[in-house]
Protein backbone atom coordinates (compact mmCIF):
# COMPACT_ATOMS: atom_id res chain seq x y z
CA UNK A 1 0.00 0.00 0.00
CA UNK A 2 1.73 3.39 -1.51
CA UNK A 3 1.57 6.57 1.47
CA UNK A 4 1.26 9.76 0.24
CA UNK A 5 2.84 12.44 2.48
CA UNK A 6 3.26 16.17 1.85
CA UNK A 7 6.34 18.18 1.65
CA UNK A 8 6.83 20.84 4.33
CA UNK A 9 5.81 24.36 3.10
CA UNK A 10 3.49 22.89 0.23
CA UNK A 11 0.70 22.93 2.11
CA UNK A 12 -2.00 26.32 2.04
CA UNK A 13 -1.07 26.72 5.87
CA UNK A 14 2.52 27.12 5.37
CA UNK A 15 2.27 29.46 2.51
CA UNK A 16 0.53 32.33 4.94
CA UNK A 17 2.46 34.97 6.74
CA UNK A 18 1.32 37.53 8.92
CA UNK A 19 1.32 41.32 8.41
CA UNK A 20 4.78 43.02 9.37
CA UNK A 21 5.52 46.16 11.21
CA UNK A 22 7.01 48.41 7.51
CA UNK A 23 3.64 47.28 5.82
CA UNK A 24 0.95 48.23 8.48
CA UNK A 25 3.43 52.06 9.09
CA UNK A 26 3.11 52.51 4.96
CA UNK A 27 -0.96 51.73 4.93
CA UNK A 28 -0.83 54.49 8.05
CA UNK A 29 1.14 57.15 6.50
CA UNK A 30 -1.33 56.24 2.94
CA UNK A 31 -4.26 56.86 4.92
CA UNK A 32 -3.02 59.62 6.72
CA UNK A 33 -2.30 61.30 3.57
CA UNK A 34 -5.41 60.60 1.54
CA UNK A 35 -7.24 62.33 4.85
CA UNK A 36 -5.25 65.52 4.98
CA UNK A 37 -6.04 65.67 1.04
CA UNK A 38 -9.70 65.12 1.33
CA UNK A 39 -9.36 67.73 4.08
CA UNK A 40 -7.63 70.65 2.58
CA UNK A 41 -9.88 70.04 -0.81
CA UNK A 42 -13.17 70.10 1.96
CA UNK A 43 -11.72 73.41 3.31
CA UNK A 44 -11.16 75.05 -0.09
CA UNK A 45 -14.73 73.80 -1.39
CA UNK A 46 -16.51 75.59 1.64
CA UNK A 47 -14.08 78.86 1.35
CA UNK A 48 -15.13 79.44 -1.84
CA UNK A 49 -18.57 78.59 -1.37
CA UNK A 50 -18.75 81.19 0.95
CA UNK A 51 -16.64 83.68 -0.69
CA UNK A 52 -19.24 83.31 -4.07
CA UNK A 53 -22.30 83.46 -1.52
CA UNK A 54 -21.48 86.80 -0.18
CA UNK A 55 -20.43 88.12 -3.52
CA UNK A 56 -23.86 86.75 -5.12
CA UNK A 57 -26.01 88.63 -1.83
CA UNK A 58 -23.76 91.97 -2.34
CA UNK A 59 -25.01 91.49 -6.42
CA UNK A 60 -28.55 90.63 -5.08
CA UNK A 61 -28.81 93.19 -2.58
CA UNK A 62 -27.31 96.02 -4.97
CA UNK A 63 -30.17 95.50 -7.40
CA UNK A 64 -32.74 95.34 -5.21
CA UNK A 65 -31.69 98.80 -3.80
CA UNK A 66 -31.62 100.15 -7.34
CA UNK A 67 -35.46 98.71 -8.15
CA UNK A 68 -35.99 100.12 -4.70
CA UNK A 69 -35.39 103.75 -5.86
CA UNK A 70 -36.58 103.11 -9.16
CA UNK A 71 -39.67 101.67 -8.21
CA UNK A 72 -40.22 103.53 -4.89
CA UNK A 73 -39.91 102.61 -1.15
CA UNK A 74 -43.12 101.43 0.85
CA UNK A 75 -44.87 103.71 2.97
CA UNK A 76 -47.95 103.03 4.46
CA UNK A 77 -49.73 99.55 5.01
CA UNK A 78 -52.18 97.18 3.86
CA UNK A 79 -54.59 99.24 1.73
CA UNK A 80 -53.14 102.06 2.24
CA UNK A 81 -49.74 101.05 0.87
CA UNK A 82 -47.87 103.63 -1.53
CA UNK A 83 -44.25 103.48 -3.34
CA UNK A 84 -42.08 106.96 -3.24
CA UNK A 85 -40.02 106.31 -6.25
CA UNK A 86 -38.49 107.16 -9.57
CA UNK A 87 -41.35 106.06 -12.15
CA UNK A 88 -43.75 107.83 -9.97
CA UNK A 89 -42.38 111.14 -8.85
CA UNK A 90 -44.03 114.37 -9.50
CA UNK A 91 -40.64 116.03 -8.54
CA UNK A 92 -37.14 114.85 -8.14
CA UNK A 93 -34.32 116.84 -7.07
CA UNK A 94 -30.24 115.95 -6.47
CA UNK A 95 -28.99 116.80 -2.90
CA UNK A 96 -25.27 117.26 -1.98
CA UNK A 97 -24.98 118.13 -4.90
CA UNK A 98 -23.79 120.29 -7.78
CA UNK A 99 -26.91 121.39 -10.90
CA UNK A 100 -25.51 117.80 -12.56
CA UNK A 101 -25.16 115.48 -9.95
CA UNK A 102 -24.90 114.62 -6.29
CA UNK A 103 -24.84 112.08 -3.64
CA UNK A 104 -28.46 111.62 -2.94
CA UNK A 105 -32.23 111.71 -4.57
CA UNK A 106 -35.00 113.73 -2.89
CA UNK A 107 -38.51 112.13 -4.24
CA UNK A 108 -41.63 113.75 -4.22
CA UNK A 109 -44.77 111.70 -4.21
CA UNK A 110 -48.01 112.08 -6.55
CA UNK A 111 -50.36 112.08 -3.41
CA UNK A 112 -48.38 114.99 -2.14
CA UNK A 113 -49.56 117.74 -4.75
CA UNK A 114 -53.35 117.12 -3.55
CA UNK A 115 -52.55 116.11 0.18
CA UNK A 116 -50.19 119.34 0.60
CA UNK A 117 -48.77 117.41 3.27
CA UNK A 118 -44.97 117.85 2.02
CA UNK A 119 -44.22 114.34 1.93
CA UNK A 120 -41.21 112.67 0.13
CA UNK A 121 -38.50 110.09 0.20
CA UNK A 122 -34.77 110.88 0.39
CA UNK A 123 -31.61 108.32 -0.63
CA UNK A 124 -28.71 109.28 -0.21
CA UNK A 125 -25.14 108.12 0.72
CA UNK A 126 -23.95 108.19 4.74
CA UNK A 127 -21.29 105.87 6.27
CA UNK A 128 -20.86 103.23 3.64
CA UNK A 129 -24.37 102.82 3.06
CA UNK A 130 -27.18 103.92 1.01
CA UNK A 131 -30.25 104.72 3.48
CA UNK A 132 -33.79 106.63 2.92
CA UNK A 133 -35.63 108.94 5.35
CA UNK A 134 -39.22 109.65 4.26
CA UNK A 135 -42.00 111.74 5.02
CA UNK A 136 -45.41 109.83 4.82
CA UNK A 137 -48.86 111.65 5.18
CA UNK A 138 -46.55 115.01 6.68
CA UNK A 139 -45.21 111.99 9.64
CA UNK A 140 -41.35 111.58 9.88
CA UNK A 141 -40.04 107.92 9.82
CA UNK A 142 -38.28 107.48 13.04
CA UNK A 143 -35.10 106.51 11.65
CA UNK A 144 -33.31 106.00 8.20
CA UNK A 145 -33.79 102.51 6.40
CA UNK A 146 -30.61 100.66 5.32
CA UNK A 147 -31.61 99.97 1.77
CA UNK A 148 -27.92 99.06 1.08
CA UNK A 149 -26.20 96.87 2.33
CA UNK A 150 -28.47 95.89 5.36
CA UNK A 151 -28.21 97.24 8.85
CA UNK A 152 -26.89 93.14 9.43
CA UNK A 153 -24.28 93.45 6.47
CA UNK A 154 -22.51 96.80 8.03
CA UNK A 155 -19.40 94.71 8.81
CA UNK A 156 -18.85 92.80 5.71
CA UNK A 157 -20.45 95.28 2.74
CA UNK A 158 -19.42 99.11 2.03
CA UNK A 159 -21.03 101.26 -0.89
CA UNK A 160 -18.14 103.32 -2.07
CA UNK A 161 -19.92 105.39 -4.59
CA UNK A 162 -23.45 106.47 -4.93
CA UNK A 163 -23.84 108.75 -7.37
CA UNK A 164 -27.06 110.47 -8.90
CA UNK A 165 -26.64 112.71 -12.01
CA UNK A 166 -29.29 114.41 -14.33
CA UNK A 167 -29.20 113.28 -18.25
CA UNK A 168 -32.10 115.26 -19.21
CA UNK A 169 -31.67 118.66 -21.12
CA UNK A 170 -34.36 120.37 -19.44
CA UNK A 171 -33.68 122.21 -16.58
CA UNK A 172 -36.25 120.47 -14.32
CA UNK A 173 -34.95 116.73 -13.05
CA UNK A 174 -36.83 114.79 -15.61
CA UNK A 175 -34.41 111.62 -15.76
CA UNK A 176 -31.23 110.70 -13.83
CA UNK A 177 -28.47 108.11 -13.92
CA UNK A 178 -27.91 105.79 -10.70
CA UNK A 179 -23.87 104.79 -10.13
CA UNK A 180 -23.73 102.07 -7.44
CA UNK A 181 -20.27 100.66 -6.45
CA UNK A 182 -20.05 98.70 -3.41
CA UNK A 183 -17.97 95.80 -2.11
CA UNK A 184 -17.71 93.08 0.31
CA UNK A 185 -15.72 91.22 2.41
CA UNK A 186 -15.03 87.34 1.36
CA UNK A 187 -11.51 86.86 3.30
CA UNK A 188 -8.98 87.89 5.10
CA UNK A 189 -7.34 91.13 2.74
CA UNK A 190 -9.85 89.93 0.10
CA UNK A 191 -12.94 91.70 -1.45
CA UNK A 192 -15.39 91.49 -4.25
CA UNK A 193 -16.87 94.16 -5.82
CA UNK A 194 -19.57 95.53 -8.28
CA UNK A 195 -20.69 98.28 -10.33
CA UNK A 196 -23.73 99.39 -11.47
CA UNK A 197 -25.05 101.99 -13.36
CA UNK A 198 -28.58 102.35 -14.77
CA UNK A 199 -30.96 105.19 -16.42
CA UNK A 200 -34.24 105.97 -14.52
CA UNK A 201 -36.93 108.59 -15.96
CA UNK A 202 -39.33 110.10 -14.27
CA UNK A 203 -42.71 109.05 -16.00
Same mark, same amino acid.
Given at each position: ????????G??L??R??? !???????????I????????? @????????????????????K?????????????? @??????????? !?????????????T????????????D?G?????????Y????????TY?????Q????????????????? !? !????????????????? @?????????K??????????????????
Amino acid at each position: MMKVTSKPGNNLLSRQRG !VTLVEVIVVMIISTLLILISA @VGIGTFFRKYKELNAWAELQKDGLECLNMIKNGVP @VGSGADMEYYG !VTNALKLQLTGTTTSSGTGLRITPPTDQGLQTHDFAHFYLYDGAVRCTYVYHGIQVASPIYVFPKEDNLENM !V !VERFMISKVNLESEVLA @VQVELNARVKTGTDKDRYIKFKTKMVKK
